[in-house]
């Protein structure tokens, strides 16, 4: 053999030598998914009243598995776990716990706590974590609700990797939030219905003083600190307020028309938005209601019930 030829072939095995060296770690799929979700208004409602305290887990179906495999045992390899991005944008936020067991599923070696997955990769686990030559790798995932979620369907890739290494495996992650709609009382008593009272049968001046000035008079006492409305939906909501007289001395007209919301009617009154809210907005205070008095009603109780009806805006 020429001295060149065995120059060249020297070259050659050391290229090979310093190729294997490098690659500590490989990763074998053996179930891709897909990771789909699908959450209820239940689910959307409940989160709204405890944000951040719900989770939901993945539909049943084929699971992400994956084997990782040990190439160098002098060298520590790291999996790393990445979401590449949801589309369209704002996606809620995907959790995930590991189970690294061995092949057989007979010895677990590592449960992980949840981690959030986001779009900076965030390492799932290490070799020395489960020091094995081969380990089973199983992820479980959920969804951690706020309640504040836009509606639609959202998509992204999931991709683990073995850190610094061309080791890959990816997934499909998709998830479906419904649109919601939701009124409520804050500082309401348990049963939901609210109160809103004038008695002014002990306070005659502040009658007359309404009628001199031509002002509203304002509640007296109420058991409830606001209405509040919350949706995701695209173009927003409508609210319409219904005025229905329960009550009034005999031969007495109602005093629907006289109350008052915000300045104007009670009765037939629209609260619209064009778009989501951020969280619950404010309706009504007690303070936003009144009564107009001229002077003329007939002494006695009278009674109105207000019902707030809120529909989707097409």
Excluded: K
Aim: aromatic share 8%.
């Amino acid at each position: 053999m020429s001295r060149g030829g065995l120059l060249a072939l020297t070259l050659a095995v050391l290229t090979v030598v310093g190729t294997a060296q490098a690659q500590v770690g490989r990763i074998d799929p053996i179930s891709s998914g897909p990771v789909t979700f699908t959450v209820t208004d239940d689910d959307l409602a409940a989160a709204q009243g405890c944000p951040g305290c719900v989770v939901v887990l993945a539909d049943p179906g084929p699971g992400v598995v994956f084997d990782v495999r040990r190439q160098n045992p002098n060298q520590v390899y790291f999996v790393d776990v990445v979401l590449d991005g949801w589309t369209p944008a704002g996606g809620p936020t995907l959790e995930v716990r590991f189970d690294v067991t061995s092949t057989n599923g007979r010895t677990t070696y590592l449960q992980t706590d949840w981690m959030a997955i986001t779009e900076t990769p965030s390492m799932a686990f290490d070799q020395s974590q489960a020091n094995q030559a081969r380990v089973r790798v199983t992820a479980t995932y959920r969804l951690r609700l706020t309640g504040d979620e836009a509606a639609g369907t959202f998509t992204s890739p999931v991709t683990y990797r073995i850190r610094g290494t061309g080791e890959t495996m990816t997934h499909t992650t998709s998830v479906g939030l419904p649109t919601f709609l939701t009124l409520r009382w804050v500082g309401a008593p348990a049963s939901g219905a609210a109160t809103l009272r004038f008695e002014y049968a002990n306070a005659p001046m502040a009658y007359v003083e309404a009628i001199a000035s031509g002002t509203a008079l304002i509640p007296t006492s109420a058991d409830f600190d606001r209405l509040e409305v919350s949706t995701n939906h695209p173009t927003g909501y409508s609210v319409t307020v219904l005025a229905v007289a329960l009550d009034a001395p005999i031969g007495a007209p109602s005093l629907t028309p006289r109350l008052t919301l915000g300045g104007v009617p009670a009765a037939e009154r629209l609260f619209t938005s064009t778009g989501p809210t951020d969280g619950f907005v404010t309706l009504a205070t007690p303070g936003d209601f009144g009564l107009v008095v001229d002077g003329a009603e007939t002494p006695g109780a009278y009674r109105i019930e207000l019902r707030y009806e809120a529909v989707r805006n097409p």
